[in-house]
Structure formats: structure tokens, C-alpha cells
């Protein structure tokens, strides 16, 4: 069924009315800024709108009305879709940080113009990966946690569109603007002060949707793994708008300076990014797990009392935690005394949240054992525990200091993107891609086992390669002989990193493989859609029509 | 809300009850989320444990460390650290530590600091990694140097090769920035007529084999507009910078094609100066670091790279 059929024609009528909107904000930015990444990136919104428009104004007429009956319906499509650009960027990003790290091994492996350097490629990874991979899994997956737990219809079918879509666009703009050299230099907050704005319009959009439609719950309650959604939503935000403060240089270029200076920007970029990883890398996916992990393994969630423990506890204390990054730095001793301490602090929240979820499986081994899918959850939650007491112990600051800017800070985190946020869209994903394309399972089974294995196999690789690589740097590094000499001169830790740079490269690849494999089998299981519906799998009092 | 139990969700109207997991025997909350439910399980003791070692730990950290704002002060801490303090007393202990060695290199007295066989062996790993940190990313690991790069490892220098002459390169650079740097400029002869240009760069590119013809136009030419700097026959050593051509050392190539190229374009190649970036000892160190490279070469030379 096209999409634009779910869709009324009162509702087609508003998309085109936005679409032509985005079209004349893009033509705007390019007659604005004439040339540079903002002319083009107007262009892309002109493109886009103009394509837009003229995809609902064809269906205007064409299509017939969606039947009376929708409202008795969840709304599946743009979870769908949401999908479709997950795997989309999963495959991107990962695949160019599989190119970033065989470029630490093999430096000249990249064609000698700028947008293919190293320093413009690294954030096309690291956003494409959060942004494009994590933030579409975790906006999808909402959609469908929230209308499942609150057994209601998404508010209304156009708001979602209008957050999927514009989203995308976001991660474009940003992806696309860093090979041009366009950056904010804040990391995890490259993208400038345009599409930053556009970010804030999607973001409330998102929240006003999830929050209006948690309104029409038939549930007395609301679930956990909505709590922790809008904590993500609500917090990522608060940072988003903080951090990215700044003023422009002219309203037609790119360029901006930020509001922040000195070691209060220092801070302000650190609660940021820490938070990111909290409220964007953590809450959001804890969600995700709430909801897939007890259904696919058909348990009840193991303690409420731990549930809301984990969630008060993480959004407390996370908050207080990002000066951890700024260890022996300019900043002052306290505020890292006070990030460190929360950090520990921090510890059994998450440990709650990891044992909650591995409880619940209490009852269920035997489905871990044989269900590929299953097995995806479970080792996010363990990967979820092992990184959350990682990064509390790299909190610490003499421990910091030892590991402060080496490779088991990279480590670090790919044992937390890798092994748990991944392996929990992984699960979710193949809970969901057969259910929303009306099938019982997936078109090639066997591939998800295969892919467990190479993901596992290569997480394993990439963390243990890097543990060993940063060890070894902050070792060397600060080495100093009897007279006081340093033992090692620098390039002499660089060179002890090539076996585990080669590593690295390896379990990557390995877990690309894997991700390829997970697309071309969504891809297969999408063409060979059924018409399965699950009765019981309803909003439990139809709403009133919009 | 009720605490009657027999109104809560998910219980029994009439007993009360509510449902109970036979795997784990807790009963739930009575909640159902879309077929989701949750156990009324209590806190594990564990976890409280935990959490309450976790805040013992940095109240503990908070009374010992600067922990708290208190407006435009914070709590110092009963240690009182600081970590400005800190980190230069352990400078401090670095530096003093080196002194013991070091000191002595701000005499450049070369010919007893190498006669010191237990100084040597302190302080020549000290100016390799002084050597790898600050040399190698032009010269080469071993000093092997490269295009445009000169070898440090052969016995062949432009301007000389002995620990004081060394020193004074560092200190002042070649072409750089500092007031009484070293300067050397190979200028370009593009004024002169193509055939010239050919027949001194055939020349010139002959000489390092000594089948240069010496009555040939292009010695004529060569010794008008070459021996100046490089010396009569093309044999250097005149100290200020132009390399002899005859020996086996190049620093950009010595064929026709890049003689061409360095006459047309001419050369002029830079070494940064060092005095604000290394002490005086420093220097000293790297110097016979470097002297003793070619020394180890000893008397055949390893020639040129390229």
C-alpha cells in the first residue's frame, strides 16, 4: 500500500502545504547564501520539498481515502520507514568507519582530496552512527513502543512524516556539510547554526507527537520504556539548544561562533557530549530494550521497583557526570571531583537497568539459547553492564590519567555502540521487520544467526584490540628512564599500535559484514511481504476520528 | 488511590490475589502494557548495598578532595590539593631528576662529555627520544633523511658535521626565522638559454661519477656560474650551505631531469630553529646525538638516499 493511501486528504493537503514550505526555506537559504555548503544544502531542501509536493499533490486525487477503520489501527508506516533508513545508515556509517580505521593502518588508502581526509570522514562516521543509525532506530521504534504500551494511535499522520523526514534531512545536511569542511568543531555537535534550528523545529515536533499521544493512552500507567523515550526526547533537547548556542557570522554562510568561551565552552561541550551518550546512546535505547527484550522472550519485566530505581537514578546522576572528559584539564578540580564521584554514583542505576533485563530473561534461557534474535538483546544488556562500569571506572581520575586520549577511550565507547546500542537495534529490528511487513519471520532465518556471530565476533576484536592499544599508549607515554628522560618518543607508540590498528580494521569489517548481511535480509523479507495481521495487536478503544 | 487489594489492577475481585509468576513465584504489579507485565519484585539488597557503597565512596571523595561551590569559593578538601601545585611539583621532579645529567651538556665542552662513558649512557637515549620527537618527522628514524631532506647517518654535511657546528644549526636554523639563522639560497637560473640549461644539467648529473667532460661549454659554464658556491670541480665544503656535487650525497636528486628542475626553480630549503623550544643542554645533547650518527658511519659513507 503507498504510503500517501494512509494518508487523508485533508492530511495530503497539510504535507503539501509543509513540503512547499521546506521547498521555499531551501530556495531562501541558496538565494541567501549564493554558494558554499548552505547554498547547497538549500538546494537539497528546494529538491526535497519540490519532491514532495509533487509525490502528495499526484496522490491527492488518485489515491482513495483511507478506510474509517485506520483509527482502530496503529500507525506502522512510518516506523517503516524508519526502518528502511536505519539500515540505510547503518551500512553508511559503519562502512566508512571500516575505511576510517584501515586509514589508521594504512594512512595513504584514501583518494588525496579533502573530503575524503581523515579529519572531514571521522564525523560523517560519528554522526552517521548516533544521528543517522541510532537516532531513525530510536524514532522508529518509539512510534511503535509508544502506541503498543499506551495501546493508542500515534496523535496524528502527518507529525510523524514531518519528524522522520526532517530528521533525515538533518543527518544529510550534517554528513554532507562535513565534507565540505563545514564544522562547529564541538564534537557530536559539528553541525551549524541552520540546520541546528531545523533540528529544534523536528525535535519539538517529536515531542508534542509523543507526548499528545501518551495523552490518549487507554493505559492507567506509563510504561518505563516511555519514560526513558521521553527522557530522550526532552533532555537530548535541552543539550542540543544549550550546546549549539551561537551566532552566525552573516545570515548566508555556514560559519558561526559559539556564546561559549574558554573552559566554561569546555563544560558546556562535555555536559553535552556525556549526555548525548546518556539521553541519546543510553536512555533511548534502554527504552528500546523495556520493550523488546520481555516481549520476544515472553516474560514479565523482573522488578518495577528496579525499573524506576535505574531510571531516577540514570537521569539523576548522568547529569552531573560530563566533567569526567575534562580531567587535569584547565578546568577547576572540584567540578571534576564532582564528575568523578557521580560517575561512581552512577554505577548501580545502570547496573540495575543491565540485571533488570537479564532477570527477566529468568524462565526464557532456553529461547536465548535457540533465538538468534533474542540472543542480539540479551548481549546488549551485557555489553550495557560491562561499558557503564567501564566508564565509571575510567571516571576515576588517576585512572583517567592512564587512559585520557588513547584508543581505550575508543574502545570504550565502540564496547558501548557496538555491543550494546547495535546489538539492541539488531534485536529490534528483526523483532520488527517481519511483524510490520506481515510475516512470521524473517525471508533468510539463518542469516540472523550468521549475523550474531560476526557481530559478536567482532565486537569482541575491536574492543579487545583497543583496550590493549590504549593500555599500552598511556603506558608508554608516560614512561620516563632513571634520569628522568621519557623511555619512549612518541612515533614509537605509534608504531606499537599497527597489529592493533590491523585488528581493529578487522573486527569491524567483521561487524559490517554483519550489518550488510541484516540489510539485504530486511531487504529480501520487505519484498516478500505477507498480509499477516495480529488481531489482538490494536489500540484497545478506537479514537475519535481527527 | 485504594489499598484496598481486592481493587488494585490485575487482582483477583474476590480473593485479592494477584497473578503469580511460576517461574520466579513473585506475584506482578497488576500492570499490562500491550501484554507486557512486571513483577512486584522488592529491591535486591545488593543493589541498595551497592548504592549506598557508591555514595560512601564520594562523600568520602568529596570530604578529602575540592569537591563543592560555595559561591565564589568551593570546599578545599581536608588534603588540600591543588592541581596546579601538583603538576609542577612533578615537573619539578622531572626536572630535577635530568639536572643531574643534563646540567653538564650546558657546557659544550663535546670531547669530555662523550669521555664520559656513564654519562653518555644516560644521556644519548634522552636525545634519541629528543631526536625521534623533534628530528625524525624530517630526517627519518635513523636519520636517513629523504628528498629535499639531508642525511644526518653519512659523513657528508653543508655545514659541518663536528657537535659545536651541529649546535649551532639548532640554535639558529637554516633559512628560518631566527635573527642570525644560516641562510643559503640556491638561486634559479631559468634567465639561461634552454640548450644551456641542458648541457649544465648533463653535466652536473655526470660529475658525481667523475665522467664529467671537464673541457666540455658546460664546465665553462659551470665554472662561471656555479663554483662560486659550490666550489671549483663541484667539491662543496666552503660552509655555507651548497653541497658538494662529486660525492655520493643528494638532498634533492642529482639526475638531469631534477638538476633541471633545481635550476629553473631554484632551492631553498628550511630548518627550523630550536633555541626557543630546547634549552641550550638540550641542544648540546642532540648535537653530539647527531655527530655521533655519522661517526657511527665512520669512514664509509652510506652515501645518499634517493
Request: with cysteine.
Amino acid at each position: 500500500m503507498a504510503v500517501t493511501a494512509t494518508l487523508t486528504s485533508t492530511e495530503r493537503q497539510i504535507g503539501i502545504a509543509i513540503s512547499a514550505g521546506l521547498a521555499v526555506l531551501g530556495l531562501a537559504m541558496a538565494a541567501v547564501a549564493k554558494t558554499g555548503p548552505m547554498a547547497l544544502h538549500g538546494g537539497m531542501a528546494l529538491v526535497l520539498g519540490l519532491a514532495l509536493v509533487f509525490h502528495l499533490g499526484g496522490a491527492l486525487y488518485d489515491q482513495p481515502e483511507p478506510s474509517a477503520r485506520r483509527q482502530a489501527e496503529y500507525y506502522d508506516a512510518p516506523t517503516r520507514f524508519g526502518i528502511v533508513m536505519t539500515l540505510i545508515w547503518a551500512v553508511t556509517a559503519m562502512g566508512v568507519g571500516v575505511w576510517l580505521a584501515a586509514l589508521m593502518y594504512w594512512p595513504e588508502a584514501t583518494p588525496p582530496v579533502p573530503a575524503t581526509s581523515f579529519g572531514r570522514m571521522r564525523p560523517v562516521h560519528t554522526s552517521g552512527i548516533i544521528f543517522g543509525f541510532g537516532g531513525n532506530a530510536l524514532i522508529a521504534t518509539s512510534f511503535y513502543v509508544v502506541q503498543r504500551t499506551s495501546r493508542a494511535r500515534l496523535a496524528d499522520a502527518v507529525s510523524p512524516w514531518f519528524v522522520l523526514i526532517g530528521f533525515n534531512l538533518f543527518c544529510v545536511w550534517a554528513a554532507t556539510g562535513y565534507l565540505m569542511g563545514q564544522t562547529q568543531s564541538k564534537e557530536y555537535a559539528e553541525p551549524e547554526w541552520y540546520a541546528d534550528l531545523w533540528l529544534v523545529v523536528v525535535w519539538v515536533t517529536y515531542f508534542a507527537l509523543y507526548i499528545r499521544t501518551l495523552a490518549r493512552r487507554a493505559e492507567p500507567h506509563i510504561y518505563v520504556a516511555n519514560w526513558y523515550y521521553m527522557s530522550f526526547i526532552l533532555v537530548v533537547a535541552m543539550l542540543h539548544i544549550v550546546n549549539n548556542l551561537a551566532l552566525p557570522v552573516t545570515w548566508g554562510a555556514g560559519e558561526s561562533y559559539t556564546i561559549w568561551t574558554g573552559v566554561q565552552d569546555a563544560m558546556i561541550q562535555w555536559w553535552y557530549g556525556h549526555n548525548a551518550v546518556a539521553f541519546f546512546l543510553t536512555t533511548g535505547f534502554l527504552g528500546m530494550l523495556y520493550y523488546f527484550l520481555p516481549v520476544r522472550a515472553q516474560r514479565p519485566i523482573w522488578s518495577y521497583r528496579l525499573s524506576i530505581l535505574s531510571f531516577w537514578g540514570i537521569v539523576f546522576f548522568y547529569m552531573w557526570a560530563g566533567s569526567h572528559h575534562l580531567h587535569y584539564t584547565a578546568l577547576p578540580y572540584w567540578v571534576q571531583t564532582l564528575g568523578m564521584t557521580f560517575s561512581v554514583m552512577l554505577l548501580v542505576p545502570s547496573w540495575a537497568s543491565a540485571g533488570n533485563a537479564i532477570a527477566t530473561l529468568n524462565g526464557a534461557w532456553h529461547k536465548v539459547r535457540d533465538d538468534a534474535v533474542l540472543r542480539f538483546m540479551f548481549v546488549a544488556a551485557v555489553f550495557y553492564g560491562l561499558s557503564t562500569f567501564e566508564g565509571s571506572f575510567l571516571a576515576i581520575r588517576p585512572v583517567n590519567s592512564l587512559s585520557h586520549y588513547t584508543d581505550w577511550t575508543v574502545g570504550h565507547v565502540h564496547s558501548g555502540t557496538l555491543g550494546w546500542v547495535a546489538m539492541i537495534v539488531f534485536g529490534a529490528i528483526y523483532s520488527l521487520v517481519p511483524k510490520l511487513w506481515g510475516r512470521a519471520d524473517m525471508a533468510w532465518p539463518r542469516a540472523v544467526e550468521w549475523h550474531f556471530w560476526l557481530a559478536i565476533t567482532g565486537t569482541l576484536i575491536y574492543v579487545v584490540s583497543l583496550w590493549n592499544a590504549g593500555i599500552t599508549q598511556g603506558l608508554m607515554w608516560r614512561a620516563y628512564d632513571e634520569g628522568g628522560a621519557l623511555s619512549f618518543s612518541f612515533i614509537e607508540s605509534v608504531e606499537a599500535m599497527l597489529p592493533y590498528y590491523a585488528a581493529r580494521t578487522l573486527g569491524g569489517a567483521l561487524f559490517l559484514t554483519g550489518a550488510v548481511l541484516c540489510a539485504l535480509n530486511c531487504r529480501a523479507t520487505m519484498r516478500a511481504a505477507g498480509d499477516r495481521v495480529d488481531e489482538a495487536d490494536r489500540p484497545l478503544v478506537p479514537q475519535p476520528a481527527e | 488511590m485504594s489499598t484496598d487489594p481486592k481493587t488494585l489492577p490485575g487482582a483477583d475481585p474476590h480473593t485479592g490475589n494477584r497473578e503469580i509468576d511460576p517461574v520466579t513465584g513473585y506475584d506482578t504489579t497488576g500492570h499490562d502494557w500491550g501484554g507486557i507485565k512486571e513483577l512486584n519484585t522488592p529491591f535486591p539488597k545488593v543493589a541498595l548495598a551497592a548504592l549506598a557503597l557508591t555514595v560512601i565512596y564520594s562523600v568520602i571523595a568529596w570530604i578529602l578532595l575540592p569537591a563543592w561551590p560555595l559561591g565564589r569559593d568551593y570546599t578545599r578538601g581536608v588534603l588540600g590539593l591543588d592541581q596546579q601545585a601538583m603538576a609542577e611539583a612533578r615537573l619539578r621532579n622531572l626536572t630535577d631528576l635530568r639536572a643531574g645529567w643534563l646540567n653538564r651538556f650546558e657546557d659544550p665542552d663535546f670531547a669530555a662529555l662523550s669521555d664520559d662513558p656513564a654519562l653518555m649512557a644516560l644521556a644519548m637515549p634522552a636525545a634519541d627520544r629528543l631526536f625521534q620527537d623533534n628530528c625524525s618527522a624530517c630526517h627519518g628514524r635513523a636519520g636517513g633523511g629523504g628528498p629535499g631532506f639531508p642525511v644526518l647517518h653519512d659523513t657528508y654535511w653543508l655545514w659541518g658535521g663536528a657537535p659545536q657546528d651541529i649546535a649551532l644549526t639548532l640554535q639558529v636554523g637554516i633559512n628560518a626565522d631566527h635573527p642570525e639563522t644560516r641562510w643559503a639560497q640556491m638561486p634559479a637560473f631559468d634567465w639561461m638559454a634552454d640548450e644551456e640549461l641542458s648541457e649544465v644539467s648533463d653535466y652536473v648529473a655526470a660529475m658525481r661519477s667523475g665522467e664529467a667532460d671537464p673541457d666540455g661549454a658546460a664546465a665553462t659554464l659551470f665554472a662561471e656560474n656555479c663554483a662560486a658556491c659550490h666550489g671549483e670541480g663541484g667539491v662543496g665544503g666552503l660552509m655555507n650551505g651548497a653541497p658538494s656535487l662529486v660525492d655520493d650525497a643528494v638532498i634533492y636528486g642529482q639526475d638531469a631531469d631534477t638538476v633541471m628542475t633545481t635550476l629553473l626553480n631554484g632551492r631553498q630549503g628550511l630548518m627550523p630553529y630550536w633555541s626557543d623550544r630546547l634549552s641550550d643542554a638540550e641542544i648540546n645533547a642532540l648535537a653530539l646525538y647527531v655527530a655521533r650518527m655519522s661517526d657511527a658511519a665512520g669512514s664509509t659513507p652510506s652515501g645518499a638516499t634517493e
